[in-house]
Each structure stands twice: as C-alpha cells, then as structure tokens.
C-alpha cells in the first residue's frame, strides 16, 4: 500500500490527544457517512456518556463537531480533516510497527494509537517518505529482509 499523506497543518493547531481519539472514534463509528449516537463513542472509548458530553462541548466551541441539544453527533467538515488526519497517523504507524519491525497486529495498533499524537507533523511526513520508500524497494525485491 503506498499511500502518501502530507501534514500540511502546523502543529501549533493540534488538539489534546484525548480530543484526536474522539474525532478517530467518530470517524470510525462513521461519522464521515452518517450521524454517531453519544452511547456508542461511550461503548467504543470505554468512557461514560458524561465524559463525552463534557469532551463533545470542547470539540464543538473549536468547530469540529455539530450535534443538536441531545441529538446524534456530526463531524463538521474541519472534523472530518482533522480525523481523516489522526487516522492516516494510526495507520502510517501501525504499517512501520507490523511490516518493518514486525511487531504484533494487536500490540503495534495499541502502541500506534499512543503514538500518533506525540509525533509531529514534520516526522509524520519523514516517516510517511521512509515507508514509501521501503514499500517501494520491498515490492521490487520481495525476498528481501526486512529493514
């Protein structure tokens, strides 16, 4: 898979990693497509409704969430980048942790997951070069070891 990604966006405007995780949850609940039910980020964060209702007030006064007085939560369009973003971040990371260290599918998500929001955008875009690059150099030479 050789997908390039820039981070064209300055650090300085990053969010809390907690507030990266809700906007990648929403994101996989399928908040690019439909609405998302407070109950199920709860159900998929493992956190109460009132620590997301307290998280989606913060999310919503910076523009990235809409969501009607008790109503299903929508990523605005500033909320889809932004989580489109993280999650290009988890997946870049994930790759490198399996295919390059071969570290283990479960624990290279988990540690991905802590990963992706300590990283600057200026190493995301370092890694997402080297990566391109080993996929590049492995797909012509499948047989080679790795790193």
Not at 81 to 90: L, N, T
Request: aromatic share 6%; net charge negative; hydrophobic share 40%.
């Amino acid at each position: 898979m050789n997908t390039r990604v820039t981070c064209d966006k300055s650090d300085e405007g990053k969010l809390s990693a907690s507030s990266e995780d809700y906007l990648e949850a929403i994101y996989q609940l399928g908040g690019e497509y439909q609405p998302v039910r407070s109950v199920d980020l709860a159900t998929k964060l493992e956190v109460s409704k009132a620590s997301v209702n307290k998280a989606l007030v913060t999310l919503k006064a910076a523009g990235f969430v809409e969501q009607p007085h008790y109503g299903d939560i929508n990523l605005t369009s500033l909320g889809l980048d932004y989580a489109r973003g993280v999650q290009a971040r988890h997946e870049v990371l994930s790759r490198f942790l399996t295919d390059v260290l071969d570290v283990e599918g479960e624990r290279a998500a988990e540690e991905a997951c802590k990963m992706e929001h300590a990283i600057s955008n200026q190493t995301l875009d370092a890694w997402l070069a080297f990566m391109e690059k080993w996929e590049d150099k492995h797909k012509a030479a499948p047989d080679t070891a790795k790193a």
